[in-house]
């Protein structure tokens, strides 16, 4: 399994940045970086991917390291819903393997 | 577009009955892939479809699971007899555009399954 490793949980403060980082040492040359977020009772949606640079959409921002081996979630400006559990996922051979996740407090 | 849509929400059964989970995919959508939820094993991948043929099993748990995609609308997830240890939520995911790795998954707000 292509494995990715997340902090647990974090915290932030509504309206601050969010960094949510994620290790993928074992990528291969072809996977897909990719990003989720599962609300309670709800299924996992998702949010963002990118390959090798960097990508903006209206949810998030993905910062990948140049070696690839690690990438990061930007959330510009939490809001209370972004509480979440957020995955980093690899996408291989049309398969996704997803790790425990961060779950994400924001304190109002 | 209705999004990923799955039969039923809640499920609740007996230990040694049948159970019959059902996902209705995104048209056009030609990925199908079946997922379970527990807090132990977080989200793990029982199964995947591509045009209605199952391309990998092996994350299926034993023989009382089994999957099928009688046509490109509609999986069935079937557990028999059923345990309590398959208590879980089990989502269904589609996917397009062959599946390439840039293809995103889209879900299925799931059904959740508790076997007494």
């Known amino acids: 399994d292509a494995k990715t490793t997340q902090p647990n949980s974090m915290e932030s403060n509504e309206e601050e940045p969010v960094h949510l980082p994620c290790n993928h040492s074992t990528i291969s040359g072809t996977d897909y970086i990719h990003w989720y977020r599962q609300l309670p009772s709800q299924g996992p949606e998702y949010v963002i991917h990118?390959?090798?640079s960097n990508v903006n959409n209206r949810m998030a921002s993905l910062a990948i390291a140049e070696d690839r081996k690690s990438s990061t979630l930007i959330l510009h400006r939490a809001t209370l819903r972004d509480a979440a559990v957020y995955y980093c996922?690899?996408?291989?051979?049309?398969?996704?393997?997803f790790g425990t996740g961060t779950s994400l407090t924001v304190i109002p | 577009d209705a999004g990923v849509i799955q039969s039923p929400r809640h499920e609740v059964t007996e230990m040694g009955q049948e159970v019959t989970l059902r996902c209705k995919p995104i048209?056009?959508?030609?990925?199908l892939f079946w997922y379970r939820q527990t807090m132990m094993r977080g989200l793990e991948l029982l199964i995947y479809?591509?045009?209605?043929?199952?391309?990998?099993d092996s994350g299926m748990p034993e023989d009382r699971f089994s999957a099928k995609m009688p046509n490109a609308s509609f999986s069935t997830l079937k557990i028999q007899p059923s345990e309590p240890r398959d208590s879980a939520v089990y989502f269904c995911?589609?996917?397009?555009?062959?599946?390439?790795?840039?293809?995103?998954?889209?879900f299925g707000n799931g059904t959740r399954l508790t076997v007494t």
């Open positions: 996922t690899l996408n291989t051979g049309n398969q996704f393997y």
């Open positions: 995911a589609s996917s397009r555009a062959g599946g390439r790795h840039n293809s995103p998954l889209h």
């Open positions: 479809f591509n045009n209605n043929v199952p391309i990998d």
């Open positions: 048209s056009g959508h030609d990925y």
């Open positions: 990118g390959l090798t």
